[in-house]
């Protein structure tokens, strides 16, 4: 059976507390990250693993939630440095992480200048290392969960721990507010009301979000998931400009969690979702008049 031995274990990406973090897993076939964090936070997984008295040497395989590179972007560091680590993602996510030109490509569009201080090298996986994942992998149940990429998948361990990635949101422990993370291209409303289903119909004990923490209200956390998702969607698609758009989210995260909206607005900016809803409904626009 897997298991959750231990995390969030937070890399302080860019130096930030609960930006990014990753967990570890006792699994049937060896030690297990789940998501990685970005190759320039490889020294804070580094420091992170030493404080349980590991190092990359110790872990077998990597799980992935999905290819962003806040999550997945130091894996061909990683397996740069211990080459005996498979690292498991969706079919679609796979060739992306074997050669990553046009992820990085499209990234470097979306951030500009500010690419390499943010995200650090990109290094190819070797194919040998890649496993494309099923519906079960290292003894964890394993799902498809669209809406925020298309490519996501969910893990769920024999404890009832759901290692959601972005599927189930971003929640900085210890505050309430659950913020859908909406970046341009993929994001896909109705595909995520159907994640958000399959995750209610598995009825997990917790979730464990990258950003940030464990939570156990699983029922309300994905019901606010669900309500703000829709409630910002509607804003943008009602034609709300840019920055109306961004005080609406600053003054929404406000009212739950005042002390922690700086936070949640640097891990997950507005210009992402409004940019990512804007071409949402856009694409469906085209799409219902056929243009
Ligand atoms: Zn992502």
Not at 12 to 29: A, I, K, S
Not at 55 to 74: F, K, P, R, T
Not at 181 to 208: C, F, G, K, N, Y
Request: aromatic share 8%; glycine share 10%; proline share 6%.
């Amino acid at each position: 059976m897997s298991t959750l031995r231990a995390g969030p274990i937070d890399v302080h990406h860019l130096g930030f507390e609960r930006f990014v973090g990753v967990y570890l897993l006792d699994t049937d076939e060896g030690l297990a990250l789940f998501d990685c964090g970005p190759g320039i936070a490889l020294d804070g997984l580094r420091a992170g693993l030493a404080e349980h008295g590991l190092g990359l040497d110790d872990v077998d395989h990597l799980l992935l939630s999905h290819i962003h590179l806040d999550h997945a972007g130091a894996a061909g560091a990683i397996v740069r440095e211990n080459p005996r680590i498979q690292v498991h993602v969706s079919e679609v996510g796979a060739p992306h992480l074997v050669d990553p030109a046009k992820l990085e490509a499209s990234a470097r569009r979306l951030y500009g200048d500010a690419f390499d201080s943010l995200w650090g090298e990109l290094v190819p996986v070797p194919e040998g290392n890649v496993r494309v994942v099923g519906d079960e992998v290292l003894g964890l149940e394993c799902f498809p969960s669209p809406g925020h990429a298309s490519h996501h998948v969910s893990y769920l361990d024999g404890e009832g721990t759901l290692y959601s990635g972005d599927a189930a949101g971003v929640r900085l422990t210890p505050s309430r507010f659950v913020l859908p993370p909406l970046p341009p291209p993929e994001v896909d409303l109705e595909a995520w009301e159907r994640t958000i289903q399959e995750m209610e119909h598995r009825s997990p004990s917790r979730l464990a979000l990258v950003h940030f923490g464990v939570f156990e209200d699983v029922e309300a956390h994905l019901d606010r998931l669900r309500g703000t998702m829709h409630r910002w969607s509607e804003w943008v698609g009602h034609g709300m400009d840019e920055e109306t758009f961004a005080a609406a989210v600053h003054a929404d995260v406000a009212a739950s969690d005042p002390d922690d909206v700086d936070n949640y607005l640097t891990i997950v900016p507005a210009w992402h979702g409004f940019r990512g809803l804007e071409r949402y409904w856009r694409k469906r626009h085209e799409a219902s008049t056929g243009a």
